[in-house]
């Protein structure tokens, strides 16, 4: 990472170098285990596990979310929805990601599109942004957020102490299933080229 051009990432900058390498390994992995994945899918993201809130709802608005209390987060969403912020980098393994967590959101700027090249930033971050709950997000049921719940039935604890997270008081998931979320969270990449079945099925949204 140029740490001279993307300032406002420097203090994490050896992690995202990591966690950019891993995320390259990643789609290695999967043209070689998936046989069916293409370039061309690679290139146009349609082969891998996607955890994230409906992009229906793009906005260019980018405000600064730390102040925002009363607003409800999704964990795991794209920087181009509504009051989108970077809370965390995937760092870990090749084979076990495991966020760690900022000490402060950072707002969505333009940076964000090249920090993360050649792989895109929901391979590398974890971006929250403002909550599709107006029946726009596919796991959003009306009442609650289909995948927390999926992630807190399906997938393994990764960690035996709460994260210390700069979301949690605005976080969907944490707000719906408590600790057990958080728990298994650090483990969530949002764009995951070669997730394992376990992780697919998590992700994949109730019909
Ligand atoms: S589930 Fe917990 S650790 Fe994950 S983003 Fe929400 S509050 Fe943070």
Redesign the pocket.
């Known amino acids: 990472m140029n740490s001279k051009k993307h300032k406002n990432f420097n203090d994490y900058s050896k992690q995202i170098d990591k966690s950019i390498a891993n995320a390259k390994e990643r789609r290695k992995q999967a043209l070689k285990n998936k046989k069916s994945l293409s370039n061309e899918q690679l290139e146009d993201n349609s082969g891998r596990a996607n955890i994230s809130i409906d992009d229906g709802e793009h906005c260019s608005l980018k405000e600064d979310i730390v102040n925002k209390q009363s607003v409800t987060l999704c ?1 795991s969403a794209i920087p181009e929805l509504k009051n989108s912020a970077v ?2 980098v995937v760092t870990g393994t090749v084979d076990e990601p495991h966020v760690n ?1 900022f000490k402060q959101p950072l707002p969505v700027t333009d940076e964000l599109n090249s920090v993360s090249l050649p792989v895109t930033p929901t391979e590398v971050f ?1 971006i ?1 942004a403002e909550c599709a709950s107006n029946n726009s997000c596919k796991h959003f049921d009306g009442q609650n957020c289909r995948l ?1 719940t999926q992630i807190t039935t399906k997938l393994p604890v990764v960690t035996k102490t ?2 210390s ?1 700069p ?2 008081r605005e ?4 707000k719906q ?1 408590g600790k057990s ?2 728990m298994r ?2 483990q ?1 990449v949002t764009d995951h080229y070669n997730a394992s079945e376990q992780v697919l099925q998590a992700a994949k949204p109730v019909e």
């Open positions: 964990p809370f965390g967590y974890r929250s927390a709460l994260p997270c979301i949690r976080c969907r998931w944490w299933e979320a958080c969270c650090p969530i």
